[in-house]
Nanobody, 121 residues
Framework: QVQLVESGGGLVQAGGSLRLSCAASIRTFLSYTMGWFRQAPGKEREFVAA???????YYADSVKGRFTISRDNAKNTVYLQMNSLKPEDTAVYYCAASIGSPYNLRSYMYWGQGTQVTISS
């Protein structure tokens, strides 16, 4: 049974930082591209960042230069360091695992339950 469990969400002021973690119970974690998506109220789920098994990274334009994705294969964990946070970053953030395109939501096979991130102005 594959499980992805996010943690690290919370409420911070604009300009602050948060670090999200996603612990994955996947035997072949190294084989997967790991991604972060987010969904704000009334909006579609959108791509935020992804990291491949060879540690190539991809970011949405809206977070480039502010967010950093990383992975620790020894711990089966992926991280999202979020700096210079803005109110428009407020959303539920989801961790997901893919064996396909890092950008395509439909290529992700496994999803976490999400963690709320709220940025106050």
């Amino acid at each position: 049974q594959v499980q992805l469990v996010e943690s690290g969400g919370g409420l911070v002021q604009a300009g602050g930082s948060l670090r999200l973690s996603c612990a994955a119970s996947i035997r072949t974690f190294l084989s997967y591209t790991m991604g972060w998506f987010r969904q704000a109220p009334g909006k579609e789920r959108e791509f935020v960042a992804a990291i491949t098994s060879s540690t190539n990274t991809y970011y949405a334009d809206s977070v480039k230069g502010r967010f950093t994705i990383s992975r620790d294969n020894a711990k089966n964990t992926v991280y999202l360091q979020m700096n210079s946070l803005k109110p428009e970053d407020t959303a539920v953030y989801y961790c997901a695992a893919s064996i396909g395109s890092p950008y395509n939501l439909r290529s992700y096979m496994y999803w976490g339950q999400g963690t709320q991130v709220t940025i106050s102005s």
